[in-house]
Each structure stands twice: as structure tokens, then as C-alpha cells.
């Protein structure tokens, strides 16, 4: 069984519309949790870290539910600069990290 | 500023071949880390090395090998490439073990013949 799991989409949305991924780990015992964003052929980079509590950067919103082990993220009002493929990293301790394959975003005109 | 920088960003090598792929930071963390990226498939952790003068195996370790020659460099060897080598390679650093934030390089692509 992976250690985290994603659906690998791709999910393709107007413009203005919001679009919800999710995302399942493995290891109850997970410390900390994240998504980053990959451009085509490009590295990964940071979107957010995803707290117990969840949290909110401008249009993008990540929810933690440990007792159901995953984690989401919400984008409202997208644009077409939010096509890009979004990983979801889990860190199992120390310098375990554990990623996703991806979920792809096509966002239309 | 450079950040996380990778050399080569572009490799062909024939099966049998050898060769390293070099990692550098700037920002003075202590731990880093090299990854494997097939298409289809998250990135998967090949090696790490938590602080100066340690190193661990990741996931996929086999038939790689590494360096962490001072607290700035982290290099990767290949000692006999094999076509299943082919892969994007990438590096990253943290500011320490428990830190959450991966800065990561640009990426080597590989491709073994």
C-alpha cells in the first residue's frame, strides 16, 4: 500500500471555479503534512504547510482530518495560473517525507 | 541567493556508464536529500543525509550511492547506470531534521541508453 495517495485527475475547471483534492496517508503516525505545486518539468515548490486546525492563504484553503487520515485542499476562484500539477507530502518524522503522485489542474478560459 | 543548485541538467549515458550528479546549497541547513521522479509517480526518496558527516537510505537506494562532502554539497553516484536509472533527479534541503519546508533544485534529467 503507498504511504500516500492521490487521485492523479486531471481535473479541468472553467475559470472562477473552485476545485477541492484530496488526499489519503497511510501512517497514522504522520507528524506533519503539506502540498506543493509542480509545473511542467519543473521542481517542487512549497503551497502550504496543512494544520490540525486548517488554514487559509488567500483563494487556497487545507483541511488535516487525522482521525479519517487525509488531507485536502480547497482553491476558490481559480486561474488559469493555478494549472499545475499539486502534490501532497506527508512527513512520517525526522526525514521521512512521503509524496503523493500528484493531482493534475487544467484550469480553462 | 542561489538557493538549491544541480549539476548536470541534462545527462545521456550508456548502460554500464558511471557518473555524479552535484548538489549545492546556500542557505546554511543541515540536512538534504536526493529524489527520484517517475512519470506516473511521486517523488520517491533515494537517499538523505541529516546533517554533516551522516547519511541514511531512503525507499529506493539500490544502485545509487552518495557524498556529503561538507555541509553545503551532496552529491550522487551512479556506479554502473541502468536503464532503469532513467528518471528526473531531484535535490532538496531543510533547515534541520524536524524542519517542514523542502527547498528543492531544478532537476537532473537522466536518461540511461
Known amino acids: 500500500r503507498k504511504e500516500v495517495e492521490q487521485d492523479p485527475g486531471p481535473f479541468n475547471v472553467p475559470e472562477g471555479a473552485t476545485v477541492a483534492f484530496n488526499c489519503t496517508y497511510s501512517n497514522s503516525a504522520s507528524q506533519s503534512f503539506f502540498w506543493y505545486r509542480q509545473d511542467c518539468r519543473k521542481e517542487p515548490k512549497l503551497l502550504m504547510s496543512?494544520?490540525?486546525s486548517g488554514n487559509e492563504d488567500g483563494r487556497f484553503t487545507a483541511q488535516l482530518n487525522r482521525a479519517s487520515q487525509y488531507i485536502s485542499l480547497l482553491i476558490r476562484d481559480s486561474k488559469l495560473s493555478d494549472s499545475a500539477t499539486y502534490l501532497c507530502v506527508v512527513n512520517t518524522g525526522f526525514n521521512k517525507f512521503y509524496f503523493g503522485s500528484g493531482t493534475k489542474l487544467n484550469v480553462k478560459p | 541567493n542561489a538557493g538549491v543548485t544541480q549539476t548536470p541538467k541534462f545527462q545521456v549515458l550508456k548502460t554500464g556508464q558511471s557518473m555524479t550528479l552535484q548538489c549545492a546549497q546556500d542557505?546554511?541547513?543541515?540536512?538534504m536529500y536526493w529524489y527520484r521522479q517517475d512519470p506516473g509517480m511521486g517523488l520517491r526518496l533515494i537517499y538523505y543525509?541529516?546533517?554533516?558527516?551522516?547519511?541514511d537510505k531512503g525507499e529506493v537506494p539500490n544502485g545509487y550511492n552518495v557524498s556529503r562532502l561538507n555541509k553545503r554539497e551532496f552529491s550522487l553516484r551512479l556506479e554502473s547506470a541502468a536503464p532503469s536509472q532513467t528518471s528526473v533527479y531531484f535535490c532538496?534541503?531543510?533547515?534541520?531534521?524536524?524542519?517542514?519546508?523542502?527547498?528543492f533544485g531544478p532537476g537532473t534529467r537522466l536518461t540511461v541508453l
Open positions: 542557505m546554511n541547513h543541515n540536512s
Open positions: 532538496a534541503s531543510t533547515r534541520d531534521r524536524g524542519a517542514d519546508t523542502q527547498y
Open positions: 543525509s541529516a546533517s554533516e558527516g551522516t547519511t
Open positions: 496543512v494544520y490540525s
